[in-house]
């Protein structure tokens, strides 16, 4: 299938730490990097993020003494997981998978830098407040659907996809083409089942690629 000039594939956090041996490894991370090299190639328009932190940023339990690693604790008002250090500006952990076909990608949104605040979606920080400009590029070139694939379903895909939604777009998440943190577990179903139930539609690689 060729995709119409309406729609952009997003492809989110496809990065070294995690796949199996990073900092945050999602259990397949690395499977989908295949799956979505094929599915770039239907698009015109292709969105790639890269979660871009400080070392000093507070969702590390690294940074907040006497926390462990996957206790939620209160950060400026909202609850947030305390994650192993990962994707770290500028480290080898934060680079594209290097499977990844990046020259594919129309433009690159880098989140996560401000050290207070964690943003799981690539349209807006976790405070809700601070948006990134994804919804004006998208606007700006005529984009009326978007297909999401990546890193990790129950995090950044699920945000990013629930504020893709809620910014007007009509959302399809290709399920193959993700992979989960699961954490708590469960938490990767749970993620497919709440985005559904929002209107998000649910496919697989293959209703594109066929
Ligand atoms: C992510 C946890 C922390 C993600 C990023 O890309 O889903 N998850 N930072
Ligand atoms: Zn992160």
Redesign the pocket.
Known sequence: MTAGKDTALIV??VQND?CPGGG?AVKGGDEVVSVINKMMDCFDTVVGTQ?WHPANHR?FASNNEGTEVYQIKNLNGTDQ?M?PD??VQGTCGADFHPDLTTDLFSVIIRK?SNPEI?S?SAFMENDRKTVTGLKGYLESKGIKKVFITG??TD???RYTAEDALSAGFEVYVAADACRG?DFPEGSAKAALDAMQAKGIRIISSEDILK
């Open positions: 989110v956090d995690f945050l979660d969702s997981v994650w990962h994707c996560g964690d799981y890193l990790a995090y950044c895909v943190v």
